[in-house]
């Protein structure tokens, strides 16, 4: 089944293996990459403008800000009820991503496996491909997504301050 624009909240039993989704589109800006070098402190002169010195003759983005990227755009497409991410793994970086360079990710379920009475780890195949149709980065991620039974569940619960962190 290919699913592509699909914005209502998928539980563990809507979904069975096979089940794919493309993401939107997102440019990878200059401005992105100079963000997430601040934020991270990676400043190798791979990732400036001044990078033309690299092995791919320009400039390159960040492996780890494609690979959050690919985190971001894979929430939304699908919208699932997810628990938790527990894994990624087999993650291989294919080639580099260009300052300008469009990218979008390919999502495929390829195992559901029950996880408790009201939850199951869903492992899914992501890929991020560039405007050019090529693989830039593959790999597995594996999360736990809620059954309706479990949505209901805490739907009825009185309001807490759960999950709140208190004041320095």
Same mark, same amino acid.
């Given at each position: 089944? !290919?699913?592509t624009t ?10 069975? /293996? =096979? ?6 589109w997102? !440019?990878i800006?200059a401005? @992105?990459v100079?963000d ?5 402190g990676d ?8 990078g =033309?010195?690299s092995?791919? =003759?320009? #400039?390159?983005?960040?492996?780890? $800000?494609g690979l &959050?990227?690919?985190?971001g $755009?894979?929430?939304q497409? #699908?919208? %699932?009820?997810? $628990?938790?991410?527990? +894994?990624?793994?087999?993650?291989q970086? !294919?080639?580099?991503?260009?300052f300008? @360079? ?6 495929e379920i ?5 996880? +408790?009475?009201?939850?199951g780890? %869903?492992t899914? /195949?992501?890929?991020?491909?560039? *405007?050019? +149709?090529? /693989? %830039? *980065?593959? =790999?597995r ?6 059954a ?6 805490? &739907?009825?619960q ?5 999950g ?5």
């Open positions: 089944m !290919e699913i699909d914005k209502e909240l998928i539980y563990l039993e809507d979904m069975k /293996v =096979g089940d794919r989704w493309m993401s939107q997102r !440019e800006s401005d @992105d100079a997430f070098a601040a934020l991270t400043h190798d002169p791979l990732h400036t403008p001044a =033309g010195g092995p791919f =003759g320009e #400039p390159v983005a960040h492996g780890l $800000l &959050s990227v690919l985190a $755009l894979s929430s497409s #699908p919208s %699932v009820a997810t $628990l938790a991410l527990v +894994g990624i793994s087999d993650w970086f !294919e080639a580099p991503i260009f300008g @360079d469009r990218v979008q990710v390919s999502t390829i195992s559901i496996d029950q996880h +408790g009475r009201r939850a780890r %869903v899914w /195949v992501r890929q991020l491909l560039n *405007q050019h +149709g090529r /693989v %830039v *980065q593959r =790999g991620f594996v999360s736990l997504v809620a309706k039974a479990r949505a209901r569940r805490l &739907s009825s009185e309001p807490t301050q759960r709140t962190l208190p004041a320095r």
